[in-house]
Each structure stands twice: as C-alpha cells, then as structure tokens.
C-alpha cells in the first residue's frame, strides 16, 4: 500500500466522531512520531490519539481533526487540563511561601512559580503578586514525575505578554476545544466577538479566559457568549451573535 492510500482511510474520517477503541492500520515501515516535526511520509500524532505498534488508536471521543501535511489529533468538549511544558495558561496565586509562589491552573496539583521568573525581577526589586491575583505564565516543567514550574518570563527574560493581570476583567472557563478555537490564526469567532464590543481578551490552554471590555455591561454579554459558543454551531452563533448585534437580546 503507498504512503498515500495508507493515510487515505484517515482522511476520509476527518471530520467524523470517533470513540476509543477506533482502530487505523498502517504498514510497518510508516512512523509516526508524537515530537518530530511533520515530514511528508510521517504522520503527527496529536491529543487523542496512540501509535500502537502497526495501528493507530483513538483514547477519547471527539471529531477527528486534520492539519496538512499530515497532523491529526481528536477536537473534544474536554475540560480537565494536564499540564505542558511551553503552553501558557492563567492561574491563580492561592498562597505565598518564602520565594515561590503557589499557582493554582485547574490542575492535578498546584503549580510553583518562583519570584525571581518575572522580567526585571531580583532579590532586591520583587513582583508585586498577592494571594488572589491572576497570573498569565507559561510552564517550564510539566512532567507527572517533578511538580509543575511556571514562568513570566521567555527564554530571552521578556515578559512578552505574560504576568500579573491588571484590575478589571472577568475570569470564565471554557472547555479545551473552544480555546484552541479561539487561539487557531483564523478564529471566526474572535473575529465576529471583535465586530461587536471592543475586548481584550487573554485565553490559557488550561480553559480559562480572560475578558474586559469598555464597560462592565459588555463584559458579562462578551463572557456569556463565549460561553454559549461552547455547544453550538456555526449557524447557531451567528444567529446569536445577529440577535446582540440588532439589541434582541
């Protein structure tokens, strides 16, 4: 079987639901690698989905997904989130002990987060964070066998965006499809929010979001339908959205 009639089958699932157990054969001389980049004759696996020896199997319901060349992984309504390194994610500071920090990002377990990871931060010049406060940090250890390490700060020790959170704003949770929905280059539904209140927005990988808009009004009907963008479709949020824009709602 060619490359191209062996990743034929997957294609034409693309778009589907799958469930665990679902089964793809491939031939034993194709890879497929879970950290190498894509490669034409290589496929990427993405969440969802296990190379088992000759077979690649489904671990969790969703609609199978597909990215070219050839990255695949499984969309889901899932909601808890397992840490990864690199990923950045808004937490809450619960507790503060000596030089760290405890983060709490929805979690297994709470996250640290040392003073000293904040741009400009010394022993002299410390961050201003107090227990209550949000924080937009990217991880730098995530592994189940060491406890999670966030940073502010990136490998240049640039902030680039990360940090502690200004007044203001309202902190929702969503589910882990509708983030990657909201962070893909292209997202229709960031684009028609932006038509109708001005936002900012700050979305983490963990499912939280971030909102604040001109007024506090606006910043409960921006959460709102954000959160009802969760179970609908496409038809179904432009309807929606219509609806606000004509004041209906």
């Known amino acids: 079987m060619s490359t191209t009639g062996m990743f034929a ?7 589907q ?21 894509a490669k034409p004759d290589r496929a990427v696996c993405g969440p969802g989905l296990r190379r ?5 199997v489904v671990m969790k319901s969703g609609v199978l997904r597909h990215k070219p060349p050839l990255t695949f992984w499984i969309e889901s309504q899932q909601k808890r989130y397992v840490a990864t390194k690199g990923e950045t994610v808004i937490g ?23 003073y000293l990871a904040f741009e400009g931060a010394t022993k002299r010049n410390r961050p201003n964070v107090q227990v209550g406060d949000l924080v937009f940090a990217q991880f730098l250890i995530a592994n189940k066998d060491m406890e999670p390490e966030l940073v502010c700060i990136d490998g ?18 969503v589910s882990l499809g509708l983030v990657r929905r909201l962070l893909a280059p292209k997202s229709d539904i960031r684009s028609d929010l ?7 927005l700050v979305v983490g990988m963990n499912g939280r979001v971030w909102v604040r808009a001109s007024s506090v009004q606006q910043t409960l009907i921006v959460a709102n339908l954000l959160q009802s963008c969760d179970t609908m479709t496409t ?15």
């Open 9 to 15: 089958v997957l294609k034409e699932k693309v778009g």
């Open 17 to 37: 639901v799958v469930v665990p157990g679902d089964e793809f054969c491939f031939d034993a001389e194709n890879t497929i690698s879970l950290s190498e980049s």
């Open 52 to 56: 088992t020896g000759d077979r690649l």
């Open 92 to 114: 809450i500071v619960t507790a503060r002990g000596g030089d760290i920090f405890r983060v709490d990002f929805g979690g297994s377990e709470l996250a640290s987060l040392s």
């Open 156 to 173: 240049s020790g640039r902030a680039n965006g990360m940090g502690v959170f200004g007044p203001g704003g309202l902190l929702i949770k």
């Open 194 to 200: 932006e038509q109708l209140f001005p936002c900012e």
């Open 235 to 249: 038809q179904q949020r432009q309807q929606l959205f219509k609806k606000v824009q004509q004041g209906a709602l």
